[in-house]
């Protein structure tokens, strides 16, 4: 039962799509009506990934985590959205809901930050759904922690706050 990390490539986009589907639902689901969660499908979600991979494959890196041959997680990163050329940006780890606590999500971090120290990066940061408690926790017990900026987004037709976290990736933390 072991995990395998490996770049992503176009074969895998609509299974990511279809796994990114079921973590949203199975993270937000406690705090967002079924309805926010319901589009896009698991099938839009992947051509979502496709479409996005156009544009950014050649700047952006998508892992992929694989468990006894399964898609199990992955995780999406390129530069800063804010432009700044010293920091990368972490834009998702998701994991399939039977995943969680199982070391996958810290594995996919630890590469993620590796990666971008490889990029010459020094500072990471990140967006988290701020009634996200689960991966605040997780993020800081990674060494993130809140900047103080916050923008709204939506799932569906709900506003979602969210929360900037940022770290820096000299040395690397791996989260207990």
Not at 1 to 20: F, K, S
Not at 147 to 158: L, M
Not at 161 to 166: N, T, V
Request: proline fraction near 5%.
């Amino acid at each position: 039962m072991t995990i395998t990390l490996r770049h992503a490539t176009v074969d895998d986009l609509r299974p990511v799509g279809a796994l990114h589907q079921r973590s949203r639902v199975a993270a937000y689901s406690s705090f967002l009506q079924a309805a926010a969660l319901a589009d896009p499908t698991p099938e839009a979600m992947g051509a979502y990934w496709a479409e996005r991979w156009t544009w950014e494959r050649d700047t952006n890196l998508m892992t992929v985590a694989e468990r006894d041959g399964r898609l199990v997680g992955f995780s999406y990163l390129g530069p800063d959205d804010q432009d700044d050329p010293a920091t990368g940006l972490l834009n998702a780890i998701h994991l399939d809901p039977d995943e969680r606590g199982r070391g996958t999500g810290r594995a996919l971090m630890v590469d993620a930050l590796a990666t971008m120290r490889g990029r010459g990066w020094r500072r990471a940061v990140l967006w988290v759904l701020e009634r996200n408690a689960r991966a605040r926790r997780f993020y800081e017990r990674g060494g993130w922690h809140p900047t103080g900026e916050c923008r709204d987004e939506h799932i569906g037709t709900t506003r979602t706050p969210q929360l900037r976290y940022a770290r820096e990736i000299e040395k690397v933390v791996t989260p207990r």
